[in-house]
């Protein structure tokens, strides 16, 4: 069975403080990772995909993949009450099949 | 471009019933997908379309479940004689080929009762 794996959380940060989300996947045929942000209630948004080892920055935030170690994970910087959500983890294998984690409950005090 | 939508938001309906999801991805958009997710779970996949070939379905799904996309463009999921078990959000996405990121309709939350 192909997993991808989560800390559930909840992970609590303060306001300001960075939050490092982290993931395991055990398909090494895994080529393409996204990270998508849910709020409750709502449906995954897309914010970060990365497809080569090492870092991926974009605005507060940035995807870090290391393949040899099956490890992806996602700093979301200056953390804000706003990025209070769940992250889903997602990883692909040729194109489409793609299997996601059980998702981190992230909460950004005030 | 008016993103990924999803009819109906919600439904309801007794054990035993038929029920059919539509889903209209992004236009441009060649690859769909379907994925159900329940409370405190990640979206499971369920099936995936290229174009109108349906390429891929989930060992999971019962054969109770079934998904078309006759001219490439909407699509439908269809879930035969429900069942308590069945309740969840049904999750549609789609993306372009070349690419693998996903986007995400507002789902049908089914409720079986």
């Known amino acids: 069975q192909k997993e991808v794996e989560q800390n559930s959380g909840p992970l609590s940060v303060p306001e300001g403080a960075i939050a490092s989300l982290n993931c395991t996947y055990s398909?090494?045929?895994?080529?393409?990772f996204f990270w998508y942000r849910q709020y409750s209630g709502k449906s995954p948004e897309l914010i970060m995909f990365i497809y080569s080892n090492g870092d991926k920055e974009d605005g507060r935030f940035t995807a870090q993949l290391n393949k040899a170690s099956q490890y992806v994970s996602l700093l979301i910087r200056d953390s804000q009450p706003s990025d209070s959500a769940t992250y889903l983890c997602d990883a692909t294998t040729g194109g489409f099949k793609t299997i996601f984690g059980a998702g981190t409950r992230l909460f950004v005090k005030a | 471009d008016t993103g990924v939508s999803q009819d109906p938001r919600h439904k309801i309906t007794k054990r035993g019933q038929n029920v059919t999801f539509r889903c209209d991805p992004i236009s441009e958009h060649n690859r769909l997908y379907w994925y159900r997710q329940t409370l405190g779970q990640g979206p499971e996949f369920l099936t995936y379309f290229q174009n109108e070939a349906q390429l891929e379905k989930s060992r999971l799904l019962s054969d109770r479940f079934s998904a078309e996309r006759p001219k490439g463009s909407f699509s439908t999921l269809e879930i035969q004689r429900t069942e308590q078990g069945d309740s969840a959000m049904y999750l549609c996405a789609s993306s372009s080929s070349g690419t693998n990121e996903q986007y995400f309709g507002p789902g049908t939350r089914l409720t079986v009762t």
């Open positions: 398909d090494r045929g895994s080529q393409s």
